[in-house]
């Protein structure tokens, strides 16, 4: 869904929630009134059943009623029973419910929406430190990586705006050091990486534009058009597909060769949307995420976007260096299962292990 259609879409959800007393009505051509339940904008916990029906007046003879949720048939019935909905393999967020009824030839809609939460509250999540690394404090961090012993750093910054230039840099972990690094255009600010196969994809903050680059040399091998998203924020790679958030509660799937978009899932825990999705980094089948503006890291389903977990860190570096910015960096080692967390202009990079509380 391009930005274009995605803002119509929220538009008439909008819209939806606050007509007619939760309840859209439709009136026919000769005036009858027919009405859908559940209201619009009632929330629903993954698991729950949804019972959707229509009520018409008596002179109303429907030859059926057929229910569409998001342009999907989910049942039909020949009065004004209920069909039931069953959410617990949906996907979260907002979803529109359609009923058509079919009079005469003719048909009439009448719609309303849902919006679904997770199951459940996040489990909380306590850290311990393990170890703690020197971090480059000129970097910007937008996206971080371990592969091959070392880790791969997106910097994010515009010259003119006075926040430094935007590079890609491959570090040292253990001394922080700089090893290899191509600075951006000037104008461009950076955002998050992913590594898939031998390349380094990058993506730009507003700039829709996508880097390509080769592991090895940092050679610039190709760009492309970045039309996915308001925004371009974290970015990465399961093995199969991309994942890209754009500052909103929503995570984009992304085609690994030519980047266009193949799906997405919407980010709510059991209260409702969780916004300014930022970094991330698929670790053992998760989603880790960092929340832009805030010292929290939530663990995300990727097949439905339930939040499964939350790590508040607050505690992990309170006394940070002069001109330290957000908490913002997640690195895996596959190999070992280490973490590593970091934050934009951060002095240190620190080894952390999340258990349950």
Not at 74 to 103: C, E, F, H, M, P
Not at 183 to 190: G, H, K, L, S, V
Request: hydrophobic share 35%.
């Amino acid at each position: 869904m391009n930005m274009n259609k995605r803002l119509l879409y929220l538009l008439a959800i909008a819209l939806f929630a606050a007509g007619c007393n939760g309840c859209k009505s439709n009136k026919s051509e000769e005036g009858q009134d027919i009405t859908i339940t559940p209201e619009a904008g009632t929330t629903y916990k993954a698991g729950d059943a949804v019972n959707i029906s229509v009520k018409y007046p008596a002179e109303v003879k429907p030859d059926s009623v057929v229910y569409l949720m998001d342009d999907k048939r989910i049942g039909s019935v020949k009065d004004s029973s209920a069909v039931q909905l069953k959410t617990d393999t949906l996907v979260l967020g907002a979803r529109v419910i359609t009923a058509k009824v079919y009079q005469s030839g003719k048909s009439q809609d009448v719609t309303t929406n849902i919006v679904l939460l997770a199951a459940k509250a996040p489990e909380e999540l306590a850290f311990t430190v393990e170890k703690v690394f020197p971090h480059d404090t000129s970097s910007y961090t937008e996206g971080l990586l371990y592969q091959d012993g070392v880790l791969y750093e997106s910097d994010g910054g515009r010259v003119a705006e006075g926040s430094g230039q935007s590079s890609l840099r491959k570090v040292d972990l253990a001394t922080g050091k700089v090893l290899k690094k191509v600075d951006i255009d000037p104008t461009i600010f950076a955002e998050g990486i992913a590594i898939v196969g031998d390349k380094i994809i990058q993506l730009t903050y507003t700039e829709r534009k996508g880097f390509v680059y080769n592991k090895n040399t940092f050679a610039l091998e190709n760009t492309f058009t970045n039309n996915v998203g308001i925004e371009g924020w974290g970015l990465c790679f399961d093995g199969q597909k991309l994942y890209m958030d754009d500052k909103t509660n929503r995570i984009f799937f992304l085609d690994k060769d030519d980047y266009h978009q193949t799906g997405f899932i919407d980010v709510y825990d059991d209260k409702g949307p969780i916004n300014q999705v930022n970094e991330l980094e698929y670790i053992d089948g998760k989603l880790y995420a960092n929340v832009y503006e805030t010292d929290e890291i939530i663990v995300i389903d990727p097949k439905t976007g339930a939040v499964l977990q939350r790590a508040g860190m607050v505690s992990l570096y309170p006394n940070r260096n002069p001109g330290a910015d957000y908490f913002n960096g997640i690195a895996y080692d596959k190999a070992t299962g280490r973490i590593f967390v970091t934050g934009k202009k951060w002095d240190k990079l620190f080894q952390v292990k999340f258990t349950k509380r």
